[in-house]
């Protein structure tokens, strides 16, 4: 193994560090007769293409927690973990087929500006304040947090706070320049991200291929893996039995086989990517035609992440099983660094160039949210009604130092208990538990003109409250197994019901109470959206989208059932 970060290493991360820069800097140059507009600076209206709003969504959605944690559940779980990415492209077909027309017929820049025009200030209020909270001591922090270990483990060690730094600097840089320039520097982030990857996962086969007899030969060592760990390569886990070890009831717990498919996987998916700010504001601010095309080129490029992000993590466990890994360390999430430890001078240096650039661009792309939340629904709505949209810049520009200092220093020390319990985890964890409630919120009230605000308060409430129930209380309070759920031991003592199922029960019971409580208002609620069959004609370059993802998705899924 090679350990050492050589010069050749440093050259080519500082020669990354200096393009984006620099081509921000250009970028930033280009629209700065418009520096003082707050639509160009928080959504960069009009002037992103397809190309830049689909690697945008790459960039900002792909950071640390993929890379490192979903190789170490592509250890642990296998190709099944490939799931989250896969379905994610037909939840983007669906975003940008249904939910994004109606996002821009009725002019939304932002998700609490949704729910104020939807059902009221309230609804809207309350959500913007839980997002901005989510945003920086969740997403934020554990982006920072798990980057830093990262890039210090692979790096040596010993340099954790001045990468946490040198981490929030650059994501300042960027992100200071306003959605534009943001959306530009993404492509470039996205092309060191992908070619980084791929030279990684290269170099991964050629490893596992060399050390079982088959000389430096990718395509052998892909054929290696399937032939040494056959398990890891299906995509659904099977049901535990009375017969079943410990360490298959803990797969089933992380990813339970089809009852996924029926459940959370596509409420995790669907509301990432049509409810959330981070993710819908790099389309916003575009003509229906563009953010489609960007939507489904952000689709089509999921399909691939799998390669970069979780097949690393099976060569690890090949590798690690057969005695070539002597240790991992931080268990499976050790995965992705032990397999950087391969690489020679100069290629670790690209990997480290394309793991920074995940964490740039997601870190980037969350302040820009949680300065565009804050300032036109908190800030313009409440503390300064008259501010100018040079104001309304220079607020989102303090906005930006600040949430990234609350993010510096709540991970400075790990103070959120990050380190703890696994950054993917504690980002699935916390975002996990109000998902059904928001997501039903929002499904309402785009397509069923009888929701009211009241059953969209509830529903936010009663859908966090399920989520706990079934999470934490129900096998003691209902059972170990009903007619709902079966429980699992879950090698603590204790009995648990998989996160996916929790979350589906949680969404049909979140959407049976705001149906019920709508069915007591008006039939058509004053606030419905107006929606028409145009909205949702496609056109025939966008169909072909559609179908060439769903070929190749459909090819996998034959191959790895």
Known sequence: MNKTFAFTDYAIFIIYFIIVAGYGYYIYNKRKRNEHD?????????????????????????????????????????????????????????VAVWFIPVYLKNHIYTMPQFL???????????????????????????????GAVAINGITGGGYLHVIMIGLSVFALIISLGGMKVIGYTDVIQVAVLIIGGLVTTYIALTVVGEK????????????????????HFKMIIPRPTAASTQNEVNKYLTFPGLASYLAGIWIINLNYWGCNQYITQRALGADLQTARTGILFAGFLKLLMPLIVMLPGIAAYVLYSKGYLPKLVGGKDGAYSAILEFLPTGLKGLSVAALTAAIVASL???????????????HKKYINKEANEKKQVIIG????????????LFTWHDLLGIGGVGGFTYIQKYTGFISPGVFAMFLLGMFWKRTTGLAAIVGVIVGFLFSVFFNEMAPQVLGHENFL??????????????FHICMGLSFMFTMIIMIAISLGGPKINPKAFELDKSMFK??????????????????????FW
């Open 38 to 94: 707050a639509k160009a600076f928080f959504l960069a209206e009009g002037t992103l293409t397809w190309w830049a709003i689909g690697a945008s969504l790459i960039a900002s959605n792909i950071s640390a927690e993929q890379f490192i944690g979903m190789s170490g559940e592509g250890f642990f779980l296998g190709i099944a973990v490939a799931a989250y990415e896969w379905i994610a492209a037909i939840a983007l077909i669906i």
């Open 116 to 146: 104020k025009t939807r059902y009221n200030e309230t609804v809207a209020l309350i959500m913007a304040i839980f997002w901005l909270f989510l945003y920086v001591f969740v997403n934020l922090t554990s982006i920072l947090y798990l």
């Open 212 to 231: 079982f007899g088959y000389g430096p030969d990718a395509i052998a060592g892909f054929k290696a893996l399937m032939h040494n760990a056959p398990e």
């Open 364 to 378: 980037a792309g969350k302040v820009n949210s949680i300065s565009t939340i804050y300032t036109l629904d908190i």
């Open 397 to 408: 520009r303090v906005t930006v130092f600040a949430a990234m200092i609350l993010a510096v």
């Open 485 to 498: 759920y079966t429980a699992y031991a879950n090698g603590n003592g204790g009995y648990e019901i998989p």
């Open 538 to 559: 496609l056109k025939p370059q966008t169909i072909l989208l559609i179908v060439l993802t769903l070929l190749v998705l459909t090819t996998l899924y034959v191959k």
